[in-house]
């Protein structure tokens, strides 16, 4: 253990710091051990990591002197912000600022930071195809990260930036599995059209990232996108159907449909799924699933991820 680098891993009981701490500690050869931060030690997701042979730290992304405490003798650390927790793109761009000067701070040798687009390089705020949002921002949840860019880049953070994609886990955790319509028939509802989706698995998160640290420089200052597979929302559903044994249709609805179902965040989502269908080229282009795979030789296709986890997506009888 003593000889072993230390990576601290930012939102360590949630889902991209869980695969990241998850793939550190199942690559022995990797050189690599995980410090599992997060704000409760005792929660049973942390003592659930320590068991697997993580150093868990408290830390919380509102406490600036916690992080820098976290970061102090580590060699690098996995960097994510969760907007979902409290919806609001200006605490985001507080808790990137703070991740980044605490990196600077304790002399971090390598720092993935797990960013998305700032859409509004691609529809500015005047641009009425689709609504902005609390003011000013077209997706929220990726803008603001894609803004928390240039914290980093400003201090002269040894960065690596890192483009994720749709999780499968959706399917099971956020609500956007297969549901029955009127007819009985189940059906999972997107507003992508006929365009494609690049998606992954979680631990394919964390294998890829552990990649970049163990190729050392070469991927600092860069950016790298992880998709296991980009499937249109047919291609999907006709992939559920084969697994669950049970037909799934893909229900494509236009994106202000989607903004009014009523869920929160539902016009956040709405926006993220038009940009994803609007540039498809662009968001596709940067989540090659050859360069995950070359990080990540284990990468899932949607069909092996679901061979091992159809079970655990929530299916109305």
């Known amino acids: 253990m003593a000889d072993k680098k230390i990576l601290a891993v930012v939102g360590a009981t949630g889902a991209q710091g869980g695969g990241m701490v998850r793939a550190i500690l199942g690559d022995k050869t990797s050189g690599f051990t995980a410090r599992a931060l997060t704000r409760d030690v005792n929660s049973d997701k942390a ?23 976290a970061f102090s003798g580590a060699y690098g650390a996995f960097c994510v912000t969760n907007f979902w927790e409290h919806f609001s793109p200006e605490k985001e761009l507080a808790q990137a600022k703070a991740l980044a000067q605490a990196a600077k701070q304790t002399g971090l040798l390598h720092v993935i930071w797990s960013t998305l687009e700032d859409t509004r390089r691609w529809v500015p705020l005047s641009d009425a195809r689709m609504p ?27 960065t690596t930036f890192y483009l994720t994609s749709y ?24 507003p992508m059209g006929d365009k494609k989706l690049p998606g992954v698995a979680v ?3 964390g294998k890829c990232a552990l990649g970049i640290f163990k190729k050392g420089r070469e991927y600092i200052g860069k950016t790298v996108g992880v998709a296991g597979e980009h499937l249109t929302g047919a291609e999907m ?10 037909e799934v249709r893909y229900n494509s609805v236009p ?61 109305e009888p």
């Open 167 to 190: 999780y499968w886990e959706n399917l099971i955790f956020f609500g956007m599995g297969p549901k029955k319509g009127p007819d009985g028939t189940l059906a999972i509802t997107m």
């Open 255 to 315: 994106p202000e449909v989607y903004a009014k179902f009523g869920f929160p965040g539902a016009d956040d989502l709405a926006n993220m799924f038009q940009f994803k269908r609007d540039f498809q080229a662009v968001f596709c282009g940067a989540r090659n699933p050859e360069v995950a795979r070359s990080l990540n030789p284990a990468l899932q296709t949607f069909a092996q991820w679901l061979a091992t986890n159809k079970s655990r997506i929530p299916i």
């Open 132 to 158: 902005t949002l609390m003011g000013h921002y077209k997706v929220p949840h990726f803008d603001a990260k894609g803004e928390a860019d240039q914290e980093f880049t400003a201090l002269g953070v040894p």
């Open 47 to 69: 003592n659930a990591l320590a068991k697997l042979g993580a150093e868990v730290v408290v830390a919380n992304l509102d406490d600036p002197a916690s992080l820098a405490r």
């Open 203 to 205: 631990d394919d998160i």
């Open 237 to 246: 559903a006709a992939a559920l159907t084969r697994a669950l044994r049970r």
